[in-house]
């Protein structure tokens, strides 16, 4: 009997399978500005890091995608601005229609469940699933940065579950990352729920459930 779902925020809400990392590598490229895997990856991740418990509390999505692509962008040394710009709000249009389908879907799973996210954030999930209208349908949020534990900690999973006064075996995690929410769920013994983006990918473990979008979580609960 599951009793709640547990899903991942970036890659998982509010895109199918697809981390941050690509999404803005993507709107560079289609800016004109593609230096190399072994040049972004570096820049990008270098500038998440940069905001790992800096942002403030109260900082939004809009915000947070502004400051990313701006650190992305004093990275790889791209200096004109309209780039930075296009690039941050391609990302965030992008992102909030994702949300808006996903909130439909949450509307439906919480006649049925209770729902949380856990995600590895900066420090300010909560502000951030508030400004995207999807905070009303979760019970519990729980950011790394404001618990100390980063997934695949099972910390980070049994705070969520502890948090909502279930056992981890009556819940479903559901994220796109093979060793940060598959590795870590299936180390607390929770069911999960693979999001991929691809149709036809190679389950991470023997008993996954693997789903192409989230649209199809439905199907397999």
């Not at 439906?108 to 590895?120: D, E, F, P, T």
């Not at 997934?151 to 948090?163: C, G, L, Q, V």
């Amino acid at each position: 009997m599951i009793a709640a779902l547990l899903f991942d925020f970036g890659g998982t809400l509010d895109a199918d399978g697809l981390p941050w990392k690509e999404r803005f590598r993507q709107h560079y490229r289609a800016c004109g500005v593609d230096p190399g895997d072994e040049v972004f990856d570096p820049a990008f991740y270098a500038a998440d890091d940069a905001l790992v418990g800096v942002l403030p509390n109260a900082c939004g999505l809009r915000q947070t995608v502004e400051r990313l692509a701006a650190g992305v962008s004093a990275r790889l040394g791209v200096a004109d601005a309209s780039v930075t710009a296009q690039v941050g709000n391609r990302f965030l249009e992008e992102s909030l229609a994702r949300l808006s389908v996903s909130a439909q879907l949450l509307t439906r799973l919480r006649g049925r469940y209770r729902l949380g996210v856990v995600s590895n954030f900066y420090g300010n999930l909560p502000a951030v699933c508030a400004e995207a209208g999807i905070a009303s349908h979760f019970d519990v949020v729980v950011d790394s940065t404001l618990v100390g534990f980063s997934k695949p900690d099972e910390r980070i999973f049994r705070h969520a579950t502890d948090a909502l006064g279930v056992d981890p075996a009556e819940v479903t995690f559901i994220g796109d990352s093979p060793t940060r929410d598959m590795a870590g769920a299936r180390g607390v013994g929770m069911r999960h729920v693979w999001l991929t983006g691809q149709s036809s990918p190679k389950p991470c473990c023997p008993d996954d459930r693997v789903i192409p979008t989230l649209a199809d979580l439905e199907h397999v609960l």
